[in-house]
């Protein structure tokens, strides 16, 4: 997989940006879009927080969220050869977040096999 990285430069609380981007499956066998992993940490389905509006996410590891995440919901797209899926994710900057700092996120998607598809971690 690859990985996506985004630096928000002299960013400020409220700021708002949408990324959208299409993946596709250069590859010989049918796969299923399995997770997304945000800054080193796996999320299996949208909204998985309790507030349900997204991630929250401190990057700069001060204690307080910087920013929100919300994506589409492409868990389990099955994905043939040759075939693409359109991937958005919209990103805010949140109250805690200094101003005109610069913030960065690592962002990538990761595919199984179609047939080793199961929601959630493999085996788990």
Do not use: C
């Amino acid at each position: 997989y690859d990985t996506m990285v985004v630096t928000l430069h002299n960013v400020y609380p409220w700021y708002y940006t949408h990324i959208a981007f299409k993946v596709t499956n250069d590859g010989t066998i049918p796969v299923k879009i399995w997770r997304v992993v945000i800054d080193g940490k796996y999320y299996y389905k949208l909204n998985e927080q309790q507030l349900r509006q997204g991630v929250e996410i401190d990057l700069n590891h001060d204690g307080k969220p910087d920013v929100l995440i919300w994506w589409g919901d492409n868990f389990g797209a099955q994905l043939h050869p040759g075939q693409s899926a359109d991937i958005s994710f919209d990103i805010t900057v949140l109250q805690g977040a200094p101003q005109g700092a610069t913030l960065t996120l690592t962002i990538s998607l990761q595919a199984v096999q179609w047939n080793e598809y199961s929601p959630g971690p493999i085996g788990g």
